[in-house]
């Protein structure tokens, strides 16, 4: 851990405020914990789903798709093949894992000042990944654009407690599926200078996130140390659970792994339709999943950075939806943050999910009750922190607003309970003594402006001044705030020879094939 | 513990579904954990405070004010006494309260299936308490009276996830001041047969709630084994923090604790005003007054059932008002909830806390930041779990239903990972195998109905079948619902020699003194 202190001063209400600015404040470029984890099953409940996950992977199997080139890994690797379902010796996929996996690793920002650590005691909170709809409370829902995709990498830029760009924010329904990734990319590294995610959708695509990337980066693309490239970019590779891989995902993480970046194995499971109903199940099959696709990352590329991901939602018994911010998916969760810890890989899971469809009080509790178990329970890439709603279908502005105010209380959670003298303020207490205030005492002038985390939306005032003021609810008040944030953007420098260089690879590569939807 | 089981079962959506029905439902009477507590200091970290407390106590001291009885039993007690100002030796009040304080104690209902377990791995969840204001989508915010109170007591009675039928309330503004408690503990007896909170705002209204609980026991008001009263109230004795109780709060204490009913000592603390602005001062603070107050207790009446009391909330530093929902409570709460284990007695905090004057996603998102370390830190009496609106000012009638639906995910998670062999799901596994989906496999079947937490209010539909529903948020929801269930409600059949008998008691008293607002 590096000097946590240094890094800490800025991650104040003080430092919330200055995000207002125009550019992105001198903030933490990630959390790091000073909390315990919060667990719920002792050893012998998780090694009973460690035991029951390579009980799946030995008997049941999982099923790699169209790619005969992973099966054929796979064999070499010892693994019994039959079809297109491979069985994994008990044990195997851990050890492949354990054996070349980082247990943290960084991943490099154009601006130095925001590489972000993954894994460890550490916490990225990273924006919404793949709505196609956006929502704001002046217009409603709507498809995205590439404008709203833009102006959610401004607003994550300008987050103070927003540490990374995300990915496919949403998606930019204006241009064609074929290219659009293009134009995605290029707004990360232009509009932000915060980590991205790259793109999944194709092979090829991932091949153009790595060239850009290259482009982007320039000489600091390889590690004179190691002659490896850094990692660079991030890339979200989920599993067709139950238990299987499909070629797209398989030929994007092999573009990744080869080039090591990073790839997030995520079994993406709405309990009841892709796993079973209950906690323990659903943990086992994921941690299946999980391991192999990403004990297939390190066959690939041995020590190519991965991550343990888990996406589970539960579902109504009424219509079969899927439901959020419930307290089963919260269990989950934390079992399988415990179990990515065992296994000795970065977690990624959790956010702030919903399934509402405005930012309403529905909206804040389930992500509310997502987004703190994704703090306690320890996971090292919060995915979609910002901006969900209506399942993931909607990014919604006001609420991408609500949601980086709640990540900026995480990280005051995070850093626990101060301990020094200070903190104990025993003089303090000596001084005003029974009876009296503490609002004018030494202690208190000395540590008020920055002793308790400050919303920039919530209302505390009187409800005469909350009347005076125009009644607002939150919504309306952080309709305001993107407003203003978006007002006062100001993009971060880019050298223009690499701007240049960006926009004639993406003219080069658009003009080499026909646009398409698919 | 007593079986959980079967206590359990009950407590599942359909369980909360079947509360709509006017009577309340055969629920759990409380809930029991099945997960660790998540604690945020160590042993040390934990020490340091108790020590700070004990110095707190020993050098600077409690004010006990307008009360020369209880600074006598101080002296007596070995105490320094110096005005009234008491300095406590080292160890004095911990020594006290653990020579004679139950760890665990029963409060009785007039139901005695619905008896609540106070302390150990218990939590109680109860309604707010003490608002002047009550608060609907419909006529806003207004002066509470009685029928608002009657409504809320209705309402806790329907709801299964709230175990109590709480106190005050609300302030019912249209009776005089000093006789509208007579209606308030009335109606708690008539509209409810869930346990019930007494009158502390005088030691005559006191020696009222106590006349009232011995009409409605009769004859179970005296616990045959032991002679003395069962605990059949329990009661909210607030310290005008910093360090100083006063005679209104001493005199009912003394009234509650020689009738063997229960006292939660309770430092009310706004950091930063009654209290430093620090989590370590203010914990520190809050276990030395909450500490003298039970100590003070069990002179009074050696064995008299005690809560550890805590409410803190951060500050505003633009305006000085009160803050809810921040990460700076919470810590003290867990940080609070573990000195009460290591003291060994039962522990009060949290709540769903909110400076919202609706019920929108601020009073969303604030509650479920109280409410989820209400759960997780392990409080015994949650008091001001449902209705909490605008810094306890107005109790809100959509937020109490939006606030019991809470309560209820976290009864769910309390119970934890269930971890039989159906629990584990390795059948369900089997049987579908990769690439197929769960909905309609054996086990699924088998466990679909209870799987997941369903809440009454939440939408979860697709955006199509909300936008044909009417697009209503999370509060008109509530609204519809909290309308139903008053219109549904029938009262708890009471015995009418004990109703004429609870009437006549309060006729008889109401007389015999001129109303008053004082």
Sequence with gaps: MDSPTTRRRTRTAGGARRAGKGTAAPTAPYATRRIPYFE?????????????????????????????EALQIWRDAGADVEGERVRMPRGLCRRLI???????????????ARNVEIGGPNTVYVPAYGCPFVHDIDRGRRYGT???????????????????????????????????????????????????MGSVTHPDRAEDTVEMAKILFGERWVDPDTGKPRTCVINLINANSPMTFDDTMLGAAKVYARANQACIVTPFILAGAMSPVTVAGTAAQTLAEAMAGMAFIQLVNPGAPVVLGSFASSMSMQSGAPTFGTPEPALVLYVMANLARRLGVPFRSGGSFTASKLPDAQAASESANTLLPTTLGGVNFALHSAGWLEGGLAMGYEKFIMDADQTGMMQTLLKGVDLSENGQAMDA?????????????????????????????????????????????????????????????????LDPAIDEALLDYMATRKAAFPDSNI
């Design 40 to 68: 719920v099953l002792d050893d012998a409940g998780l090694s009973l789903i460690e035991e029951n996950a390579d009980t799946i992977l030995e008997e049941i199997g999982i099923d790699f798709r169209d790619d005969e």
């Design 429 to 493: 207490i000596r001084e005003v003594g029974p009876g009296k205030h503490f609002l004018g005492c030494t202690h208190t002038q000395a540590n008020f402006k920055d002793a308790f985390y400050l919303s920039p939306i919530t209302d505390n005032n009187s409800f005469e001044q909350w009347d005076a003021d125009g009644r607002l609810d939150m919504a309306q008040r952080a309709n305001a705030r993107w407003k203003k944030l978006l007002a006062e953007y100001e993009a971060p420098p």
């Design 146 to 196: 590439l404008e709203d995709f833009q102006n959610f990498v401004k607003l994550a830029y300008l987050s103070p407690s927003l540490h990374h760009s995300g990915g496919t924010i949403c998606e930019p329904v204006d241009l064609p599926v074929n290219k659009r990734h293009f134009d995605m990319i290029y707004s990360h590294m232009k509009y932000s200078d915060k980590c991205f």
């Design 98 to 112: 354990q054996d070349s996996a980082p247990r943290q690793f960084t991943q490099h920002a154009r601006n130095p």
